[in-house]
């Protein structure tokens, strides 16, 4: 993808996304002691109509000092009529899931319709994920929050990521009105 790649006017309800977000989190589940970790998260397009999406992770110290990478998933979102939004995620440890939700402006709420998992992958069995833009409106000054609950390892479906992240690129995305036209190009 070139800066001068027009983005697909199917994308306006998820262009707020696009760019490079940064930041950092905290992490705990009942099988694993909390943690804090440092994340980016980057939203690409190819002129598609489909954001191409990219996670890393890594542990922060108790003085916000790079530690172990954690980790990592790839993956599509799909904008489908109604405001809806289709996300499929692949993680190098065999999980892959699907999710289906609703965009509501800038946030995105969805749940698994599909977990997949090799046979050397960790049980997963849900997932809900909750995205919004925090701060002041859609300017690019406003943060990227997320939430991540999880079911697994015999758990049910509760916390597990919470992160907020702030965006030190821009591809394709102006502030204003979540529209083909506030997309630019």
Do not use: C
Not at 9 to 36: C, H, K, M, N
Not at 81 to 107: F, K, W
Not at 147 to 164: K, T
Request: proline share 7%; net charge negative; glycine share 12%.
């Amino acid at each position: 993808m070139t800066s001068d790649t027009p983005v697909h006017p199917d994308l306006a309800p998820l262009g707020f996304l696009l760019g490079r977000w940064e930041g950092a989190g905290v992490g705990g589940y009942p099988t694993i002691e909390s943690f804090q970790f440092g994340q980016e998260i980057s939203f690409s397009h190819n002129g598609k109509p489909f954001l191409i999406y990219a996670s890393r992770t890594w542990r922060l110290d108790e003085d916000g000092q790079i530690g172990a990478p954690l980790g990592t998933e790839t993956g599509y979102w799909r904008p489908r009529p109604d405001n809806q939004v289709e996300v499929m995620l692949a993680h190098p440890t065999g999980i892959v899931e699907i999710y289906l939700g609703e965009i509501s402006g800038t946030r995105i709420e969805m749940a698994t319709d599909v977990v997949a998992r090799t046979a050397t992958a960790k049980e997963v069995t849900a997932g809900h994920r909750l995205y919004g833009l925090t701060g002041p409106g859609e300017s690019m000054a406003a943060d990227l929050a997320y939430a991540y609950d999880m079911a697994a390892m015999g758990q049910r479906l509760q916390p597990h990521l919470s992160a907020q992240l702030k965006r030190v690129s821009s591809i394709g995305w102006k502030p204003g009105p979540v529209t083909a036209e506030g997309l630019g190009a």
